[in-house]
Structure formats: C-alpha cells, structure tokens
C-alpha cells in the first residue's frame, strides 16, 4: 500500500494539485516515482490534465475524484497522475495530440489511459460518474479499459505504439519546409476574412474564443493596403466584445471565451494571457482609430489586471482568475438578478442600468434563470429618448451606478486567484504594459513591466540554461515559450529604456534557444531544448507552430531574432529567423486562424523592423513632441528609440545603434526612421514624420 495521497500532493507548487490533496484516489505528479510504480506493479496509468481555472475540472474532481467507490477502484487498476496544464504545458500538449487523435476532440479535464511506459491507448475529456444518455460512465470506462489492460495486452499495446507513432508523425512537419517567400501573409489574411461572423463580430459560430494575432495581423495588413474591410473586420470584433458580456462590464479583464456567438454568455474564467494579448489589440485600434471606446476597454483590462493579478511589492502577474467559487456556482460572483441590481442602486438608476446592460426577471444562466450576465444592450442616447432625460445625464447616471455596482459586488465570495507567476505570460503582460506607455501614457504600466522584468531576470534565469518557467517554487525548467515571450518583453524594456543590461539578456536567451532548442536539420525550434531531461512517457519532438491559445512559439521565436538582428547586425540572427519561416513554409496558410502569428512573423521578416531614432537634449519640446508622433503611429514590429547627447557617450547603446548615431546630430532635436540598414534623412516635423511611417512600412513590405 502506496502512502496517503496528501503526503505527494500537499506540499505541491501547483494550486491545481493541492487542491486534489484531500481526494481519496492516491495521485501521484508527473515523474519517475509514477512511471516505476506502474511498471512495478504492471498496471495501466490514469493521467487527469486540468487547471485551477477549469470548471469542468472541478465538476469531475466532485463527481468521480471524491466519490470512494470511484477513488477504489482507480487505486486498485491504476496508477493515477495529475497534471496541472499550466505548469507542465509540455506534457500537456503531447497528450492532447493523443487523446484528440482518439475520442476527436481535446480540452481540459483531459483523461489519458496510459501504459506504463507512458504511451496512451485511450482517452477523453471529461467522463460522468454513471452512465447516462447511452454514454458509458467513468465506473464502467475504469473497469473496461483495466480488463483490456490485463486481457487483451497485444491489442492495447498495438494501439498505443500506433497512436504515438502518429502523434510524432504529426509533430515531424514531413513536407512542410520550402522557400521564404512574403505573399503567405496574403494567404493567411484570404483565409482569415472569410471566418469573420458579419452579425457579431469574431470568427466562426459558438462557442467563440478571442483570436489577438488575427487581430493584429489585419490590423496591420489595414495600416498597409488601406482595404477598409479588413479594418471593419477588426473594428466590428472587438466592438461587439468591449459591449458583450465576454468582458466584466464592472471590474474590467475579458473572460476566456463566449458560449455563444453574440459575446454575451461566457465562461467566467479570466486568464492573464488573453488579456495582455487583447490589451494590445485594444491599444492599438484606438491608435489606428481614435475611437475612445477602444481606450476605455484598454483601461479597463489594466485596471482589473491592477487589481486582481499584480504582485504589487515584488513585481509580476499572476496566472488566472477562476470562474466560480465554489462548484454549485456558475459565474455568480459576475452575475446579478433584477432583485440585486435594484437593492444596490437608487430608483432612477436602477431604472437607467436595467435597459442599459439589458437586466430582466429572466437572465441568461441556465442554473440560475433569474442571473443576469452584463452585456451593453443600449446606447445611452437611446435610454436617454426613452425616459425622457437628457444623453449628458445618462451618462452621468451609468457611470455612478456601476461604481455602486462594483462596490455591491466586492463582498460576494470572490473567485480563487492563481498566484503561480509563469515566466511566459508575465513577459505577455510586461510588453502590453509597455505598450500601455506608449499609447496612453501610463508611467505606472512601465514602471511595474519594469520591476517584473527586473524580477524574471534576477529570480528566473541560469546561465547556460535560460529562463524557468515559473518564478518561485523548485526550479522547473522553461519551455521554447517561456524562452522568446521573455526575450521578446526585454527588447521592449530596451527600446523603452536604452537599458543595455535588457539588451544583453534578451541577446544571451535567443542565442540559448538557438543553441538548445533548434532542429538543425530542417530549421524551427522545438519546445523543449534538446539535452532536457526525458519528459517521460510520450518522448515527441514538437515544434509548436499554432496559435493555440498563446502565439506559437516558433512564430515568436522569428520576430524576436529579427527584432534582435536589427541591433546586432549579426547575419546569424536573421538567418535562423529566415530558416525557422521556411521550416514550415510549405503549410503555414492551411492554419489560417492559427497561424496568424507565423503571418505576423513573415510580415516583419520581409518589412524588416523599424526603428525611429529622436535625438535632442533632455527635456527640448521638440523632441517630445516628435516622439509623442511615432509612438502615436501603429506600425507592427516599430520600435521608438529615444537617444540624448548623453546616451550617445555611453556604453548603453546595441552594435547597430553605436554604428548608427554618430553620423546624427544628438543634440538637435529630430526623428530618423531607419528599416535595416537604410536611414531616411532626418526631419522635424511630427506630422511628416507621421505620414513618413506610413509610407516606409507600406514600401518596404511592396518590395
């Protein structure tokens, strides 16, 4: 008899499987002691993959985790693993190409049947306790597929040797390489505009998740070509999300995605790498537009980002916001009924606010009919016309009631907050904060990417190694993604302060992902470097080239050495960025929605970066307001350099730069727009400089 499974479990740094310690199944982490267990005692292994998010993760841990007669059986047929998703995404991945190549879909709980070996023969997601609707139950799933474990051992043993080979057969890429060649971000736009929903906004029918690379790929293909379509496809999107109940009408931060295709009902879960994604797209719309909405919803995100996931003393961004608090509830602490909102608010606004988020006796929640979800269903001039009242006083009237609404709110039992800090998604949230500064201002958004990055680089680095995954708990080591996100976010924190100590960490962490994580025969990078310890059970090599749910890892990896290239000059810099493009050249436009990034990355490979240079004295106005100009300009993959006389005479400044700026005047006050090794004469004015962005990065993608 194994020991209690509190004793594995408890003192986890996984908040998902800490909170498995109670549960009578005796649960093993992901590591050799399972894998030798198994072997020992010649049984099947149950892998269970969730998060702390997850509701459905929390429903089977209830229904199937908790029940004794269930938590028997599995202690008695198997060997049991659980897997936190977020921290083990590599483990992850392989087993939802696996499980989703058997039951054809994926998705979290993800429930493996394994050998001891580690390989899975079956599978699926989440599994009823009884049998229902003509569905098996788990009860009945653990003891067929125990019997076929110990009875029909060829056959199983068939099975999972063929569902491996066609996972790494799948994540090998055969065929996909080929020349570089730029028109594939035209490909993967043609096949992008088709998806969009006219009606609602988005791409695709229900359930409808957010897609922040389409995004910003048409919205910068817009910036380019000037197809008002493609702008319209943008705008419509995040309009209709900014007014849906996707997004927390009061406390800001959109949640993970829509049930249906109007954005109003969501999964109530909120996870930080959707929202520093969408924080972008946000920004930048209002650049592109002006239209203060899109301001305001990016306001909002920072300001639940603020605070909810801010480790304000020490720096960084916490994981996720769960969607429920406990498991009879279903987004309550988000959600109001008729009765609520009227005990919180006066009459008169209670009677503004009900036409306003479209609150009724009825709601939306299945649960709970009288729940409400918060959704903008009018506009306030309409409300207005209607009771009789003047727009401005509306206005006024929505803006106190949802204060008084959020207030009302804050005593409800609040939903679990990750705190694990993962280095990838911090480095997401630290470059929306810095693009934060940029558009709006924000010296407090700055300021704390800053502190975040400061903290990755001193608690989450080793020499030789790269970046962890995670900061804190026992070193895990990092993914491809927790390696080019960061070297990504430090080249923002360079352009942002000349800072050469962000420049030389980004530089040593891309030139370790090129030395541990490249397939030096047909180019890409894997996720995991090459001399990483053995993953244990599904050894595949992957190259992560989907978007899915975060920007693929390899289309990241070629902006941030085409980024890095133009600092260095190092050739070698952008020919791995050239060689990673073609490692998939030949099927990147069939992703199309999911490829998105490899599209933004193609586009900047043939673009190439711009970078504008204001020099001038400290403080001269001028110089202020020419940088105000190209920081006001969207341009994907444009960096704002800001050099006084006295930048120029340190040692602070990246190669290309030190050979660049001597031949400028630094103490005169001017913008000099280089794309790779070409400069433009300098000017002075903002607006030509304005128009001059405009027209470089048109060029140099014609070329």
Not at 262 to 283: A, C, G, I, Q
Not at 351 to 361: G, H, I, N, T
Not at 495 to 518: K, M, N
Request: proline share 5%; aromatic share 10%.
């Amino acid at each position: 008899m194994s020991e209690p499974t509190e004793s594995r479990l408890k003192n986890s740094a996984s908040p998902y499987l800490r909170s498995a310690a109670h549960q009578p199944v005796r649960w093993y982490e992901w590591g050799d002691e399972a894998f030798a267990r198994a072997r020992a005692e010649d049984k099947p292994m149950l892998l269970d993959i969730g998060a702390v998010w997850c509701h459905w993760c929390h429903v089977i841990d209830r229904e199937s985790y908790e029940n004794p007669e269930i938590a028997q059986l599995i202690n008695e047929l198997f060997i049991p693993v659980k897997v936190d998703r977020d921290e083990r995404p590599d483990v992850d991945a392989r087993y939802q190409a696996a499980i989703s190549a058997v039951s054809g879909q994926g998705g979290w709980p993800l429930t493996g049947f394994l050998t001891p070996e580690g390989k899975p023969f079956f599978g699926g997601t989440y599994f009823p306790p009884e049998d229902a609707m003509g569905r098996p139950g788990f009860k009945r799933i653990l003891v067929t597929v125990a019997d076929a474990y110990r009875n029909r051992r060829p056959e199983v043993e068939r099975a999972a040797g063929a569902l491996a080979e066609a996972v790494a057969q799948a994540e090998t890429f055969t065929g996909a390489g080929g020349s570089f060649d730029a028109r594939v971000v035209d490909q993967i736009v043609d096949s992008i505009v088709p998806l969009f929903d006219s009606h609602h906004g988005g791409f695709g029918q229900a359930p409808k998740f957010p897609h922040p690379a389409a995004l910003e790929l048409l919205l910068e293909r817009y910036q380019t070509t000037r197809d008002k379509n493609l702008l319209a496809v943008v705008q419509a999107t995040l309009e209709n999300m900014g007014r849906g109940g996707v997004y927390d009408q009061l406390g800001g931060g959109f949640h993970r995605y829509s049930v249906d295709e109007r954005w109003r009902v969501p999964h109530f879960e909120k996870m930080s790498y959707d929202n520093s994604e969408l924080l972008k797209n946000y920004l930048h719309l209002y650049q592109v537009t002006g239209n203060v909405f899109f301001r305001e919803i990016a306001e909002g995100i920072i300001g639940w980002a603020d605070a909810v996931l801010l480790d304000r003393a020490r720096g960084g961004f916490y994981a996720s916001q769960d969607a429920d608090y406990s498991l009879d509830d279903d987004g309550d602490y988000f959600t109001w009924t008729l009765e609520e909102l009227r005990a919180a608010l006066a009459p008169e606004e209670a009677r503004v606010m009900e036409l306003y988020y479209d609150v009724e006796a009825h709601g939306e929640m299945h649960h709970n009919p009288a729940k409400n979800v918060l959704w903008m269903a009018r506009e306030p001039a309409e409300i207005a016309a209607s009771l009789g009242l003047q727009e401005a006083d509306v206005r006024l009237l929505i803006a106190r009631a949802k204060g008084k609404l959020l207030a009302a709110r804050q005593p409800r039992p609040t939903p679990f907050v990750d705190t694990t800090l993962y280095v990838a998604w911090n480095a997401m949230f630290a470059s929306a904060y810095l693009e934060a500064w940029r558009v709006l201002g924000r010296e407090d958004c700055r300021a704390f990417a800053l502190q975040t990055l400061d903290r990755i680089r001193a608690e989450a680095w080793k020499d030789g190694k790269g970046f962890a995954h995670r900061i804190g708990g026992a070193w895990l080591d990092g993914g491809l993604d927790d390696q080019v996100f960061a070297a990504a976010a430090l080249l923002d924190a360079y352009e942002v302060t000349l800072e050469r100590r962000y420049f030389e960490t980004a530089r040593r962490a891309l030139e370790l992902v090129i030395a541990r994580h490249a397939d030096a025969a047909a180019g890409g990078f894997f996720d995991r470097a090459t001399d990483a310890a053995p993953i244990g059970g599904l050894e595949v090599r992957r190259k992560p080239l989907q978007d899915s749910p975060t920007p693929a890892a390899n289309s990241v990896a070629a902006m941030a050495l085409d980024r890095l290239y133009a600092y260095t000059g190092n050739p070698v810099h952008r020919k791995c960025a050239e060689l990673t493009l073609e490692a998939f050249a030949a099927i990147a436009p069939q992703y199309g929605l999911f490829g998105a990034s490899y599209g933004l990355a193609a586009m900047l490979h043939a673009r190439y970066s711009l970078q504008v240079v204001i020099t001038g004295a400290a403080g001269d106005p001028l110089a202020a307001r020419l940088e105000q100009a190209a920081q006001g300009v969207f341009r994907f993959g444009k960096a704002v350099l800001r050099v006084t006389p006295e930048r120029v005479s340190s040692d602070g400044l990246a190669p290309a730069l030190q050979q660049t700026l001597p031949h400028l005047r630094a103490d005169a006050a001017q913008a000099v727009v280089c794309v790779e090794t070409t400069c433009l004469p300098p000017v002075s004015d903002p607006e030509r400089l304005e128009a001059l962005l405009m027209e470089v990065a048109a060029g140099a993608a014609a070329r």
